[in-house]
T-cell receptor
Framework: GNSVTQMEGPVTLSEEAFLTINCTYT??????LFWYVQYPGEGLQLLLK?????DKGSNKGFEATYRKETTSFHLEKGSVQVSDSAVYFC??????????FGGGTRLMVKP | ETGVTQTPRHLVMGMTNKKSLKCEQH?????MYWYKQSAKKPLELMFV???????ENNSVPSRFSPECPNSSHLFLHLHTLQPEDSALYLC???????????????FGEGSWLTVV
């Protein structure tokens, strides 16, 4: 079956630090990969996506590259801001309309 | 604004009450979903409707009853819930189809449910 594994949080960084949140997956076929973000008190919002191997998704300074050889989709940002504090979910989308989520990683950015 | 609207945003109900959560999407999608988000737990897929037919029911207790009257609306009827059912309930929608096309699911902001 499909599964997504994310690093456990919380991840605490100072403003302008470099961010990496690891995500690896197990899936059959060729899934699409996503990062969603959930700000405090809100629902999930799509942050970025990649639909095939070696694609790079990017948005708001965040980026992630679909690595089929390592089955990974790590999220990175060069310089985080306090406003990036949120919970980040890695997910894969496969045949059958099913979206499989990782457990979420809470990011806390301090001024 | 994601195009998926959930009401109410907050709901407090007693264990003997009957209430419903509503979800409406304005994106022309034909698949809709209910997810449960509890503290310190992964997101749990509860129900999936595709073309108004239920295609997934992940062993959800019968005190949760979904209804999808058309492709734009999805309800979650709640009856005799337990305190452990307190959570954020997220509705989502997407075009029906395989993941090859990179279809994306859009989420509502969620309904915070507290059972007392």
């Amino acid at each position: 079956g499909n599964s997504v594994t994310q690093m456990e949080g919380p991840v605490t960084l100072s403003e302008e630090a470099f961010l990496t949140i690891n995500c690896t997956y197990t899936a059959t076929g060729y899934p699409s990969l996503f990062w969603y973000v959930q700000y405090p008190g809100e629902g999930l919002q799509l942050l970025l996506k990649a639909t095939k191997a070696d694609d790079k998704g990017s948005n708001k300074g965040f980026e992630a590259t679909y690595r089929k050889e390592t089955t990974s989709f790590h999220l990175e940002k060069g310089s985080v801001q306090v406003s990036d504090s949120a919970v980040y979910f890695c997910a894969l989308y496969n045949a059958g309309n099913m979206l499989t989520f990782g457990g979420g990683t809470r990011l806390m950015v301090k001024p | 604004e994601t195009g998926v609207t959930q009401t109410p945003r907050h709901l407090v109900m007693g264990m003997t009450n009957k209430k419903s959560l509503k979800c409406e999407q304005h994106l022309g999608h034909n698949a809709m979903y209910w997810y449960k988000q509890s503290a310190k737990k992964p997101l749990e897929l509860m129900f999936v409707y595709s073309l108004e037919e239920r295609v997934e029911n992940n062993s959800v207790p019968s005190r949760f009853s979904p209804e999808c009257p058309n492709s734009s609306h999805l309800f979650l009827h709640l009856h005799t819930l337990q305190p452990e059912d307190s959570a954020l309930y997220l509705c989502a929608s997407s075009p029906a189809g395989s993941g090859y096309s990179g279809n994306t699911i859009y989420f509502g902001e969620g309904s915070w449910l507290t059972v007392v």
